[in-house]
């Protein structure tokens, strides 16, 4: 057992060192980039930010705090009920659905496990909040915040990458318009990341096998087996990126754009997080089989 164990452990022990090694590598390249003229030349004609549209509104609206931390707690235990699924070896339990269903299946419903049931449940709710976020970015006008409008923008996020990867940051003011690096990572996260995860995990769910069956052979299963998995990395390496740039670009000020809708430097922000951070750790550590079998009978037939 233990020498499984350090079987196990093994490729991490090698990938963090290696990990950091490769940072330094990156940081020292892109500071001699830079220090050539063309280079600088072009960080000085494309500094990071793409002009917004007329009339995109100032700042950041007060629901953008909520949405922003349903949208982490349901990702959080999606990526841990995803992983539950590919690793588990044994289902604590299944659940087998009791009432009609919007995708029906032929014949009796389908057993599945109780981590799929829930895995899938958070997927249909984590849906329902991303529809929800981008009608309010349509009737709001803040689509533009995060949707590309000129091709400047890949210049910019360009120069931007460079200036990050040499530890010399852009200049950048989140509350009046993100920097196109950050406007292009959004866009993919909201516009092409979601929906493939969505897709894909449907195609692989038993709903398909009903209503949505004939559609198979223009999307094989491998097909969505081989783009989910990729696509929830894709996520984890976000979210890393992502909080380490809000704390280490001035945490307070950040905080208080994402969760408290004003623009200083106040405890509020940082409050807010904390408490959702508090209630996303008691999600984490309540979503076991003793609390969801509870939850889960009332749309089926829970067995051990």
């Known amino acids: 057992m233990t020498a499984l164990r350090e079987r196990r452990w093994f490729p991490l022990v090698w990938a963090i060192p290696a990990a950091l090694v490769l940072l330094v590598v990156v940081v020292l ?40 931390f349903l949208n982490v707690f349901f ?23 009791r009432n009609a269903a919007p995708f029906r299946t032929k014949g009796s ?11 899938l449940s958070l997927d249909a709710l984590w849906m329902l909040n991303g ?43 989140g509350w009046v318009a993100y920097n196109a690096l950050q406007l292009l990572a959004y866009f993919t996260i909201v516009f092409i990341a ?28 491998g097909v969505a087996r081989a783009v989910h998995y990729p696509v929830m990395l894709f996520f984890v390496l976000f979210t890393i990126v992502h909080v380490v740039l809000v704390l280490s670009t001035g945490a307070l000020r950040n905080l208080n754009h994402i969760y408290a809708g004003r623009d200083d430097e106040s405890w509020w922000g940082f409050g ?33």
């Open 194 to 221: 979601a929906p493939l995860a969505f897709l894909t995990g449907l195609r692989m769910s038993p709903a398909w096998s009903g209503t949505l069956a004939k559609a198979s052979p223009a999307f094989p299963i």
């Open 75 to 97: 990702l959080v235990l999606i990526v841990r009920t995803g992983w539950q699924i590919r690793t588990e070896t044994r289902a604590p339990a299944h659940w087998t659905r």
């Open 109 to 119: 419903p389908k057993r599945i496990s109780l981590t799929l049931w829930f895995h």
């Open 131 to 173: 529809v929800v976020f981008v009608i309010l970015l349509i009737v709001s006008g803040h689509w533009a915040r995060i949707v590309p409008t000129s091709w400047d923008v890949f210049p910019h996020a360009l120069s931007v990458a460079l200036q990050y990867a040499s530890l010399d940051w852009p200049t950048e003011n």
């Open 29 to 68: 390249a892109a500071r001699a980039l830079r220090e050539l003229p063309a280079v600088a030349d072009f960080v000085a004609q494309f500094p990071g930010t793409t002009e917004l549209p007329e009339g995109t509104p100032v700042g950041l609206p007060a629901w953008l705090g909520w949405q922003h």
């Open 272 to 304: 807010i997080f904390a408490l959702s951070l508090v209630v996303i750790v008691a999600a984490w550590v309540l979503a076991r089989p003793v609390f969801l079998r509870p939850i889960a009978s009332l749309g089926g037939t829970v067995s051990r």
